[in-house]
């Protein structure tokens, strides 16, 4: 490049990378460095690839153009349409769902993609480099080995993120699905950006909505990584709200998690046997439920209230919850109490629901309708994760609630958490988190339903993929998924002024026999206190009692 020139190629890089997507070439890598636009997109690779943008509201794979690229070989089809209507769309004449639909559960087990998937040629990494830097810096630029007329800056950049590529690309472990997640967000933790998009370029040549474990949660969080370098985290996980299907059919995905997921629904059980417990003798019991949700807990509770000797003590719910959880319900939260009250008649159960329409975070004493010498119980089921801390603004919610509830001298206050350490960590080692836990949980669903299974890709899609995204996309006040695990809840629960209830022998044992009817990976432990249902070695949900 002639060194006259230089100020002229400077600004013609700087505009490359700044000027809206729409007035940009077509490109083999996403222009996903946009912090300004909510936008995002993904680039396949190909002789021809067209990147195009969306609207705030809008979110997909884009579809590449047909391309004679020899280098790229998988036994599972890129995305071409994921989120964008609801249901995530395949290459037609595809046989990825089909050619595993027999797979053998033992086969799931830390799954890592394909083992011919990635660019094994460094010397065609290095000439999609060079077609890199020509694009950017213009026809007449030299090579990326001899960059010392380029412009000092430019080249600078260029130089060292391409050495970093090859570096990458040389040292990966080939086939290692995860090994390449793992590195595209080191890439972006360190924010080399090169480096990033060209894996997730490859990356999307590999995921599949409908393939291995890994591979299907290697297509949700590639989706929170793109999300992540174009700013607009907040935007699809709201976006994602916004496309769930019907009331009907989304409350039929979370019962069917709830089903094939034995450690969410043992979770609550646990929870329900501590309090049975703990009111064992009362003859009136009020419930506080911080996320009364769809009720569907304590339809068992009151099946096992209804049959104590000596017969049923009055039961009285305040249910919490706030207007997301309004569309699976179908309505507000007066469902809920019509449905609970129906059960109680039923059983002959004398029973009265109170609806508290807030946000946790806006609840105090005065909504929770407390009657002076009442038994009271409070449920903290997969909810205080939600609520901000210390570590987000002024207002530290989840110490808030906890003192505010000491206040109320409960009985017992039962708490049933996600065991993952998400809230204050920076974003790779969260990152790292997030795949290994969710990875053993859609291991789990794996044995449980077809690979092929509709609802499967349902449940997976519109249940967990949204936490995903905004674990990985998302940060401050919009990063709303922020677990713990139970030794900093202990913590918590300890500064409040709680101390452990015992959790019932007898109820862990009745749980202990009813997980036998699953897959013999899961797990039930109790230690301190605490039981913990997992998945193999890893620990998913926490299940523990105060007073």
């Excluded at 998302?474 to 998924?481: D, I, K, N, S, T």
């Amino acid at each position: 490049m002639r060194p006259s020139q230089n100020a002229k190629d400077i600004k013609e890089f700087n505009r490359f990378f700044n000027q809206p997507i729409e007035y940009q070439d077509s490109f083999f890598l996403p222009s996903v460095n946009n912090p300004n636009n909510n936008q995002s997109f993904y680039a396949d690779r190909g002789q021809q690839t067209q990147v195009s943008a969306l609207k705030p509201d809008q979110h997909c794979y884009v579809e590449s153009s047909t391309g004679n690229s020899s280098e790229l070989v998988s036994d599972s089809p890129p995305i071409d349409a994921f989120f964008a209507d609801g249901t995530p769309m395949m290459h037609q004449g595809s046989d990825s769902c089909r050619s595993d639909m027999h797979h053998s559960p033992d086969e799931t087990h830390h799954s890592s993609g394909n083992s011919s998937c990635f660019t094994s040629d460094v010397t065609d990494l290095k000439h999609k480099l060079r077609e890199i830097e020509t694009a950017m810096l213009g026809p007449d630029s030299e090579s990326l080995e001899s960059y010392n007329t380029t412009p000092v800056a430019a080249a600078n950049q260029i130089s060292s993120e391409s050495d970093k590529l090859v570096g990458v690309m040389e040292m990966m472990p080939r086939g290692d699905l995860k090994e390449v997640l793992i590195a595209c967000a080191k890439a972006i933790a360190e924010n080399n950006l090169i480096t990033a998009e060209w894996l997730m370029s490859e990356l999307r040549t590999v995921v599949s909505v409908c393939g291995s474990p890994m591979q299907r949660l290697g297509a949700y969080m590639l989706e929170g990584l793109v999300a992540r370098l174009a700013s607009s985290g907040s935007s699809i996980y709201k976006a994602l709200r916004c496309k769930e299907p019907t009331s009907v059919e989304l409350f039929s995905y979370m019962h069917l998690l709830y089903e094939i997921c034995p450690y969410f629904k043992f979770g609550y059980l646990s929870a329900n046997g501590a309090i049975v417990d703990a009111m064992k003798s009362e003859n009136s019991i009020h419930i506080i439920d911080f996320q009364v949700a769809q009720g569907s807990q304590w339809i068992t509770l009151i099946h096992a209230l209804a049959a104590r000797p000596g017969g049923p003590p009055r039961i009285r719910i305040t249910g919490i919850d706030d207007s997301t959880s309004a569309y699976a319900r179908g309505g507000g939260i007066e469902i809920v109490g019509r449905r609970l009250s129906s059960v109680a008649a039923s059983c002959n159960v004398p029973f009265e629901f109170h609806p508290v329409a807030a946000s946790c975070s806006d609840v105090e004493i005065k909504h929770l309708n407390v009657r002076p010498g009442e038994p009271l119980a409070v449920n903290f089921a997969l909810v205080l994760h939600h609520m901000p801390d210390e570590s987000v603004g002024t207002q530290n919610h989840r110490d808030r609630l906890l003192r505010m509830v000491k206040s109320l001298s409960p009985k017992i206050v039962t708490l049933v958490e996600q065991e993952s350490n998400t809230n204050t960590v920076q974003f790779f080692p969260r990152f790292l988190e997030t795949l290994n836990y969710y990875l053993s949980v859609f291991e789990s669903i794996d044995v449980a339903l077809p690979r092929d299974h509709k609802e499967r890709i349902n449940v997976e899609q519109h249940c967990l993929a949204r936490e995903i995204v905004n674990i990985l996309a998302c940060e401050g006040a919009e990063r709303v998924e922020r677990h713990e695990l139970l030794e900093r809840w202990r913590l918590r629960f300890s500064m409040a002024g709680f101390e452990p209830y015992p959790l019932s022998s007898s109820v862990n044992a009745t749980i202990k026999t009813l997980l036998e009817n699953y897959y013999q990976s899961y797990t039930l432990d109790e230690r301190n206190g605490v039981l913990y249902l997992g998945w193999m070695n890893r620990d998913l949900v926490a299940s523990c009692a105060w007073k």
